[in-house]
């Protein structure tokens, strides 16, 4: 959401949340959940057989107070730190922390409300969870799911407003004002202008054109959603590794309406989309490019104070190398202690896989240059503080030419918790063990490596890794 706004063709919108272009979509069976009744006051789903849930949120909070802040945290003003202004896409709310914008109403919902004071300044709220590690399981399926209710207006009192639910590529959280839409945005809902329509959308790519058609993106045009005012709805996205190509899915009540498969762009573009970690954002925004693309608002006309409605949030994956990725013993659930193979990551920016020659053989990550990264969700580091990492690179860089490894924990933009210098060490397969300190690390963390360099080349590979 924070792109400079230009302007959309009919029908579509600019934002850090733009609209898709026509793909078919094509009707596949549901295979996280059947169709399901949405009363206003449901439980979150038991994950179906298979499933497995990771993270979830039913909002029972006493009414008028606040978010969990373990879970969630409150995005204010109107733009990222050092990001575009009015989030990209010139939308015209300041976001609070308020609970007169955000709280939870005691019936089991998160209210999110844009409200109009005297002088006609509009505040609202956006919220991201505090986890940046949602993902596809290598050879599995992520499935993020929420039933929500959208303001009750329409398009005679309703211009201006645009209510989301979202996702974001974890790179977001170091450095939002450079990095979309490469780093992928996946649209689950959104709604303008009271229309009772459903839109979602895929972005990637780059800023202006692209494989994606940016600034508007690779989506489902509108689809009608009766009801969905009045009455609560499961607007569910499904991203699946598991088949070839893979497929992000994206389901209204349990029909898949629209399907993107990964072919539709190159593979770079659909890798560094969606290979990766997520987190998710909650929205009502007020006015803007998607909205001024159908009529514009918020007008005299606008109803204030329309809150949308959000009973639960799901995220569930299935298969695969489960949350922990590919083949490594260490990293996905495993101790830190144990071998994590380097090509068993969640998640990754940059790199390539390619064979090795190291003991063992299999393969390592090489094709690292400045701001790549690799994530290993759940690396248990137990009760007893851990202090190392112990690496094993190679690497042939030029004379001169070498760069810093360094271990992040939960999230890239947290400080890094220690690091070690790779230089040339006689050849790209010419292994080593490198040693760095990592201070005292407890507990159970997502383990991001994160390669920094100034030279402008690629300086190290990467086969394996573990802590003491």
Same mark, same amino acid.
């Not at 009045?230 to 088949?243: G, K, N």
């Not at 593979?267 to 803007?288: D, K, P, Q, Y």
């Given at each position: 959401?924070?792109?400079?706004?230009?302007?959309?063709?009919?029908?579509?919108?600019?934002?850090w949340r733009a609209l898709l272009v026509g793909t078919a979509a094509?009707?596949?069976?549901?295979?996280?959940?059947?169709?399901?009744?949405?009363?206003? =006051?449901?439980?979150?789903?038991?994950?179906?057989?298979?499933?497995?849930?990771?993270?979830?949120?039913?909002?029972?909070?006493?009414?008028?107070?606040?978010?969990?802040?373990?879970?969630?945290?409150?995005?204010?003003?109107?733009?990222?730190?050092?990001?575009?202004?009015?989030?990209?896409?010139?939308?015209?709310?300041?976001?609070?922390?308020? =609970?007169?914008?955000?709280?939870?109403?005691?019936?089991?919902?998160?209210?999110?409300?844009?409200?109009?004071?005297?002088?006609?300044?509009?505040?609202?709220?956006?919220?991201?969870?505090?986890?940046?590690?949602?993902?596809?399981?290598?050879?599995?399926?992520?499935? #993020?799911?929420?039933?929500?209710?959208?303001?009750?207006?329409?398009?005679?009192?309703?211009?201006?407003?645009?209510?989301?639910?979202? &996702?974001?590529?974890?790179?977001?959280?170091?450095?939002?004002?450079?990095?979309?839409?490469?780093?992928?945005?996946?649209?689950?809902?959104?709604?303008?202008?009271?229309?009772?329509?459903?839109?979602?959308? *895929?972005?990637?790519?780059?800023?202006?054109?692209?494989? !994606?058609?940016?600034?508007?993106?690779?989506?489902?045009?509108?689809?009608?959603?009766?009801? !969905?005012?009045?009455?609560?709805?499961q607007y569910a996205m499904e991203y699946d590794r598991s088949v070839?190509?893979?497929?992000?899915?994206?389901?209204?009540?349990?029909?898949?309406?629209?399907?993107?498969?990964?072919?539709?762009?190159?593979?770079?573009?659909?890798?560094?989309? =969606?290979?990766?970690?997520?987190? *998710?954002?909650?929205?009502?925004? &007020?006015?803007?490019?998607?909205?001024?693309?159908?009529?514009?608002?918020?007008?005299?006309? =606008? #109803?204030?104070?329309?809150?949308? *409605?959000?009973?639960?949030?799901?995220? &569930?994956?299935?298969?695969?190398?489960?949350?922990?990725?590919?083949?490594?013993?260490?990293?996905?659930?495993?101790?830190?202690?144990?071998?994590?193979?380097?090509?068993?990551?969640?998640?990754?920016?940059?790199?390539?896989?390619?064979? !090795?020659?190291?003991?063992?053989?299999?393969?390592?990550?090489? +094709?690292?240059?400045?701001?790549?990264?690799?994530?290993?969700?759940?690396?248990?580091?137990?009760?007893?503080?851990?202090?190392?990492?112990?690496?094993?690179?190679?690497?042939?860089?030029?004379?001169?030419?070498?760069?810093?490894?360094?271990?992040?924990?939960?999230?890239?933009?947290?400080?890094? #918790?220690?690091?070690?210098?790779?230089?040339?060490?006689?050849?790209?397969?010419?292994?080593?063990?490198?040693?760095?300190?990592?201070?005292?690390?407890?507990?159970?963390?997502? #383990?991001?490596?994160?390669?920094?360099?100034?030279?402008?080349?690629?300086?190290?590979?990467? +086969?394996?890794?573990?802590?003491?």
């Amino acid at each position: 959401m924070t792109r400079t706004p230009g302007t959309p063709p009919a029908g579509r919108r600019p934002r850090w949340r733009a609209l898709l272009v026509g793909t078919a979509a094509v009707l596949l069976p549901l295979s996280a959940t059947t169709a399901l009744a949405h009363s206003a =006051t449901a439980a979150v789903p038991a994950p179906p057989t298979g499933w497995t849930s990771v993270f979830s949120d039913d909002f029972a909070g006493a009414s008028g107070t606040g978010l969990n802040t373990s879970n969630w945290l409150y995005d204010l003003g109107t733009s990222y730190p050092g990001g575009a202004g009015n989030w990209g896409t010139g939308e015209v709310e300041s976001n609070t922390n308020s =609970t007169a914008n955000v709280y939870q109403d005691g019936a089991g919902h998160l209210a999110i409300k844009p409200i109009r004071d005297a002088s006609g300044h509009w505040t609202s709220g956006r919220v991201e969870t505090q986890r940046t590690d949602f993902a596809a399981p290598t050879g599995g399926v992520l499935r #993020v799911q929420a039933s929500i209710q959208q303001p009750d207006v329409t398009t005679a009192n309703g211009a201006g407003y645009w209510p989301a639910f979202w &996702m974001l590529g974890d790179a977001a959280r170091a450095a939002s004002a450079t990095n979309w839409p490469s780093i992928g945005e996946i649209d689950i809902m959104e709604d303008i202008n009271g229309r009772s329509s459903e839109f979602a959308t *895929l972005h990637c790519g780059t800023g202006s054109g692209g494989p !994606c058609n940016e600034t508007t993106g690779i989506g489902s045009g509108e689809r009608a959603c009766s009801g !969905c005012q009045t009455a609560f709805h499961q607007y569910a996205m499904e991203y699946d590794r598991s088949v070839s190509p893979e497929q992000l899915r994206y389901y209204l009540d349990g029909t898949n309406f629209f399907t993107i498969n990964s072919n539709q762009v190159d593979a770079t573009t659909w890798n560094n989309a =969606t290979h990766h970690g997520f987190f *998710l954002i909650m929205n009502v925004a &007020m006015g803007g490019g998607f909205p001024n693309a159908f009529g514009g608002g918020p007008t005299a006309a =606008t #109803v204030s104070g329309q809150p949308m *409605l959000v009973d639960y949030v799901s995220v &569930m994956t299935k298969g695969g190398t489960s949350t922990g990725g590919g083949t490594g013993t260490g990293g996905g659930g495993g101790s830190a202690t144990a071998t994590t193979q380097a090509e068993a990551y969640n998640a990754q920016s940059g790199t390539a896989t390619e064979a !090795c020659s190291d003991t063992g053989g299999g393969q390592d990550v090489g +094709n690292i240059g400045n701001g790549d990264w690799l994530q290993y969700n759940n690396t248990d580091f137990g009760t007893t503080a851990l202090h190392t990492i112990n690496a094993r690179v190679a690497s042939g860089a030029a004379s001169g030419v070498s760069g810093i490894v360094e271990v992040h924990l939960d999230s890239l933009s947290n400080a890094a #918790v220690g690091s070690f210098s790779v230089g040339n060490t006689g050849g790209w397969q010419s292994w080593k063990t490198v040693p760095g300190s990592i201070g005292s690390v407890t507990g159970t963390h997502t #383990v991001y490596l994160k390669f920094v360099t100034g030279s402008g080349q690629d300086f190290v590979n990467v +086969n394996s890794f573990s802590f003491s």
